[in-house]
């Protein structure tokens, strides 16, 4: 168990903007061998802090941590490296890497492409 993934979304106080995230979290649970859980970086629990506490806790000596964003901007250059930094210096031995945010990998406009179309498709159906 030395490998997980966390994928970290900014957090919010609003239930309906954490719901699509915790269906994420589950989809990718069923779809990967690799350890997943979801973590906000702000305004909700569970917190990266808490979440990164519980995986070493549970064996986990490498975490990815993948940010839910389209850009890299001020949170994801200094608040995030701030806040992994200082769980670097709480957990001894424990390799914490930040992913490039998914709106930056070549695959996402592939994706958004899927969905334009499929939509396009469902409109032209009349759904």
């Known amino acids: 168990m030395a490998n997980a993934l966390i994928v970290l979304a900014h957090g919010s106080t609003d239930p309906r903007w954490q719901a699509p995230f915790e269906v994420l979290e589950q989809r ?3 779809r990967l061998t690799t350890p997943v859980r ?13 979440v990164v506490g519980e995986l070493h806790a549970g064996g986990h000596t490498s975490i990815d941590i ?6 890299a901007g001020r949170h994801l250059r200094e608040d995030v490296p701030g ?4 769980l670097r210096g709480e957990h001894r ?6 992913l490039d ?3 930056q990998h070549p695959a996402f406009a592939d994706v958004v492409v899927s969905i334009v179309e499929e ?5 032209s159906q009349g759904h």
Do not use: K
């Open 28 to 30: 990718l649970q069923a």
């Open 119 to 123: 939509n396009q498709r469902g409109a």
């Open 38 to 50: 979801l973590a906000y970086m702000e305004l909700c629990e569970p917190l990266v802090e808490s």
């Open 101 to 103: 945010p998914v709106g």
């Open 66 to 71: 993948l940010p839910l964003f389209f850009a």
């Open 93 to 98: 031995g424990l390799e914490l890497t930040l």
């Open 83 to 86: 806040q992994l930094e200082a």
